[in-house]
């Protein structure tokens, strides 16, 4: 009885380890795609305030990189908001999106919010 516990307590270790190795699988690419993202919302907010690249420029480049990345965003969800002149005023981007990711029995969607700031110098 002793022994038959002890493996139904291994097996079930097990088991929720595998359970676990499963949906860090499909749980962390999303993150880690989204860090990369928003680590180029971050570069191009930073070039853009001190060049002479309008919206749609930023925008174009912010949207081909989420294609890079696989980020289901359209280019009407990536937002560019500038306030001020060149080098002297702040530029915001941000782009909300959803991604779906199946678990087994269980669908999930995962909510992101993508943004940054940046303000000029002078």
Known sequence: MNHAMGTLK???GVGVFVV???????????????????????????AA???????????????????ELEIPVTPEQIKVHRVGTLGTGTLSIEATYTVRVNLPGYPLDLDFHASTKNKGIY
């Open 49 to 67: 305030t001190y060049s002479a690249k309008t919206d749609e420029d930023v925008r174009a480049v912010v949207y081909k990189k989420a294609q």
């Open 10 to 12: 291994a097996i079930l």
């Open 20 to 46: 676990l190795i499963v949906v860090g699988i499909q749980l962390i690419p999303p993150y880690f795609e989204n860090y990369q993202f928003e680590d180029e919302l971050n570069n191009q907010a930073l």
